[in-house]
């Protein structure tokens, strides 16, 4: 009897295991940590939303199973959702499934679409399940730049000419977890004209669509004339509507790659609590202030830690969407590493982050830190993060928080 499971043997050690493991530790002995190391929204689901799934779960019609693929009113609402927001028209019966979160969606298409050493482009850092929700279908993953830019394309040039097999698919995420970078339409057009040419898939990340602090909300592919013919979207009510533990989320566009994905699921599901589908309906059809509330409270906290970090004397770009900001280790810390960084921090400063490298090889530098606090427990952070830098000898901007 083997123990040595194939699939098992491709998954490395979860990298955070260190980071969580110390942090339990020190919550063992009574520490305060302030823990901005998840990605897990901390602010409640909008009450409309709430009292619909609490009306429809009264009615013993809700308890039997539900939809795989999402009941009708639902798939009707997300495709509503992408005409008002983005000018795109879905066909709900054939263009748009729902998944039990955006996560689930991704890592069951990867299986459906994968055969055993298939290569797939995914960029380097990136969300763990882009690239293993493929690893455990079997398939390579050649890593690709995450930056939205050329540097991005001319490696995927690269990587046509260069891999064999030649890749079936590519992932991208904007805006990004973990770096926050955003992709302009422009690029996306470069990215399905690229697509589109070479007969690659592309699977497309918006988990963060409504999480941005610009002007300019962040476009979908699919806003691409042409994308549905290579393209397939993710997108998520976790971080829009706060609603991370309701595990409601779809994809849209290519109707064979629905199709795939509706197809496996219908062997592993039965689709999500019909109350919960019921109330992801009422959150997409009803009124939107909700979603400005939660983008400005991320906004204003993205600015109390940017300010309160630059004031400690850490410059970190300040993210223009997504939930994080992507900061590089300082200087006097470069040669430990982003997970010895992060043990020192949680140690030195009560503060919890996500180590770069946890993302992948070239996320090695950097941390991850997420805006899942509120802003007085941020300032706290920021003020702990200053003694530290100081006591270690970095020094500190004229400005103040
Ligand atoms: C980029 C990205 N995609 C997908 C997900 C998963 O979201 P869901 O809750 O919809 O599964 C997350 C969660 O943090 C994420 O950061």
């Not at 797939?120 to 882009?130: A, E, F, G, Q, R």
């Amino acid at each position: 009897m083997t123990e040595e499971f194939h699939r098992i043997r491709r998954l490395p050690p979860y990298v955070f295991a260190e980071v969580n493991k110390a942090k339990a530790a020190a919550r063992a002995h009574g520490e305060d940590i302030i823990d901005l190391g998840m990605g897990n929204p901390d602010s409640p689901t909008p009450p409309h939303i709430v009292r619909k799934l609490v009306e429809t779960v009264a009615d013993p019609r809700s308890h039997r199973y539900s939809v795989s693929r999402g009941i009708p009113g639902l798939r009707r609402a997300l495709a509503g959702y992408y005409e008002r927001r983005f000018g795109v028209d879905l066909n709900p019966e054939t263009e748009v499934i729902a998944t039990l979160g955006s996560k689930e969606g991704l890592a069951n298409l990867s299986s459906a679409i994968t055969s055993p050493g298939d290569t797939i482009l995914v960029p380097n850092p990136s969300y763990p399940i882009h690239q293993f929700g493929f690893i455990i279908a079997g398939a390579s993953v050649r890593s690709i730049p995450a930056t939205p830019d050329e540097d991005m394309l001319r490696a995927l040039e690269r990587a046509v000419r260069h891999s064999v097999p030649k890749p079936t698919a590519l992932i991208v995420n904007f805006p990004s977890n973990p770096t926050a970078f955003t992709a302009s339409l422009d690029f996306y057009k470069d990215l399905v004209a690229f697509a589109r040419r070479e007969q690659i898939w592309i699977l497309s990340d918006l988990a963060y669509c409504e999480i941005y602090f610009g002007d300019e909300p962040p476009p979908s592919i699919l806003q691409v004339p042409g994308a549905k013919d290579i393209a397939v979207e993710f997108t998520s009510l976790s971080k829009t509507y706060s609603m991370a533990g309701w595990r409601m989320g779809f994809a849209a566009g290519n109707p064979h790659l629905i199709q795939a994905l509706t197809r496996i699921k219908s062997y592993l599901d039965y689709g999500a609590f019909t109350p919960i589908q019921v109330a992801a309906v009422a959150a997409l059809s009803g009124p939107q202030d909700c979603v400005t509330e939660i983008r400005d409270m991320y906004r204003e906290r993205r600015d109390v830690l940017i300010r309160g970090l630059h004031a400690a004397g850490w410059d970190v770009p300040s993210p223009q969407g997504s939930m994080f900001a992507w900061a590089p280790i300082p200087e006097r810390f470069a040669e430990m590493g982003s997970v010895d960084f992060s043990k020192l921090l949680l140690k030195e400063a009560g503060v919890a982050v996500a180590p770069g490298l946890g993302f992948g090889e070239y996320g090695e530098g950097f941390v991850r830190i997420g805006l899942v606090e509120n802003t007085q427990r941020l300032r706290q952070a920021t003020r702990a993060i200053k003694t530290f830098l100081n006591k270690h000898g970095v020094k500190q901007a004229e400005a103040v928080s």
